[in-house]
């Protein structure tokens, strides 16, 4: 049996090492974790510039900025004082589209219907464990959607594609896009 390890992605610790800067646009990823395999990003963008010597008071070692216009302090490791957490795109990418379409699929789970969302669960279900049996969801819409996040992460990328494509609404239609 073959076994494949995805290399863990670590945090980005020291900003000074790396050549980060507007000309390279290097591209990142921000964390709200500072382990990747949480998959809790907060967004995916390059760097605008990285300015190490400016506004002293406001930034004491400096700041990267974003092409989305926010700022990463460098000494406090903070956006709007939020602490973040850098981890280069190449690294993180396998996570960060994983998350990116979990994202996609509970946006498009939040335009169903009841009856659709249950259907939509009950196929899950079946994908991930073809022997299981839905649970008793009479706890109404929270239930099936915390049913529905319990199963998740047994989805492939390619399943959770396919799973987000069957159940977007085509705007201004009532019709349902099947996955082919």
């Not at 819409?141 to 609404?169: D, F, K």
């Amino acid at each position: 049996m073959i076994s494949i390890s995805i290399p863990q992605s670590k945090a980005i610790a020291d900003l000074n090492t790396l050549n980060f800067n507007g000309y390279w646009r290097n591209r990142l990823v921000v964390s709200n974790s500072a382990d990747v395999t949480r998959m809790d990003f907060d967004f995916e963008s390059t760097i605008f510039r990285n300015w190490q010597s400016q506004s002293h008071r406001r930034y004491p070692d400096g700041y990267i900025q974003f092409n989305n216009g926010k700022k990463f302090d460098r000494y406090r490791q903070t956006i709007s004082g939020v602490p973040k957490f850098l981890f280069d795109y190449d690294e993180a990418r396998v996570y960060w589209e994983v998350s990116r379409e979990r994202k996609r699929l509970f946006d498009a789970l939040n335009t169903l219907h009841d009856g659709d969302l249950r259907a939509m669960a009950e196929l899950l279900v079946q994908l991930v464990t073809p022997t299981a049996v839905l649970r008793d969801l009479r706890g109404g819409r929270a239930r099936v959607e915390a049913e529905v996040a319990s199963y998740l992460p047994a989805l492939g990328m390619s399943q959770l594609r396919e799973l987000t494509a069957a159940v977007i609404v085509i705007p201004g239609c009532q019709i349902l896009s099947v996955a082919a």
